[in-house]
């Protein structure tokens, strides 16, 4: 069994990387989930920036696991993760802040708690009059967590609705898609019109859900969305 506490930070990282590429990743989840969450957050961050886009995701989910269960034992140390992160989207960090906003509500969707507490702040990313993120590929990161959260306590983002319909006119596909998704699942009727324009959108993007990386038309997406908002359930 690996918990960490005998070995280097070297090999840490690299045992970890082994494991984030691991077939079974049900077994790897396992004994990821087993090492000491102060240890192994900053070896995981690093794999934030991996080319491999399933090793980023999969670091991704399992940040959020640690940190969450991190919450139960010590809330102060599991803050401190997020605000990690935070700092990560801050221009003055001088860095890019690849998978934080994703990281951020993978943590939340864990935990009531931590997201009552900062899903205001992954909203602000989101608000022009906020901490606005500009960069495409940084929204991208922003709207899917958004779109974690809000498949579990959408209440947190009800209030916030309005400034989700219009990335579904993004130049970028991915944020199209993203925005799409998350309209659906917020019910936003004001998404109604421009999710109709989508559904004949048969642009192919890559979208991380249920622990697998899948491939779905923006027109599948946007189609889904309006019959999620039809059916009158929540």
């Known amino acids: ?17 082994d494991l984030l590429r691991q077939a079974d990743f049900g077994s790897a989840l396992i004994t990821l989930c087993q090492l000491p969450a102060r240890k192994a957050i900053s ?32 809330m102060e140390s599991a803050r401190n993760v997020l605000r990690r992160l935070m700092w990560n989207l801050n221009e003055e960090s001088g860095g890019i802040g690849w998978g934080s906003s994703e990281a951020m509500a993978e943590i939340m969707a864990r935990h009531r708690g931590l997201a009552e507490e900062y899903a205001h702040i992954l909203v602000s990313y989101a608000r022009k009059n906020g901490n606005y993120i500009e960069h495409e590929l940084l929204q991208r990161g922003v709207l899917w967590g958004l ?21 579904i006119d993004s130049t970028d596909a991915v944020v ?23 559904t004949n959108d048969k642009t192919p993007i890559p979208l991380f859900c249920d622990g697998v990386m899948r491939r779905f038309q923006i027109g599948q997406i946007a189609g889904e969305a ?5 059916s009158g359930d929540f």
Request: contains cysteine.
């Open 1 to 17: 069994m690996m918990t960490g506490q005998k070995i280097g930070g070297r090999e840490l990282k690299r045992r970890i990387q």
């Open 43 to 74: 070896p995981l961050f690093h794999f934030f920036y991996s080319a491999d886009e399933l090793v980023k995701w999969r670091a991704v989910t399992v940040v959020g696991m640690l940190v969450s269960g991190l919450a139960q034992r010590d």
């Open 147 to 167: 779109g974690r959260l809000a498949q579990v306590y959408p209440s947190l983002l009800k209030e916030a609705g309005a400034l989700f319909p219009p990335y």
């Open 176 to 198: 199209r898609g993203l925005a799409a998704r998350l309209c659906g699942t917020l019910r936003l009727d004001s998404a109604r019109a421009s999710l109709e324009k989508l």
């Open 226 to 230: 309006l019959s999620r908002m039809n």
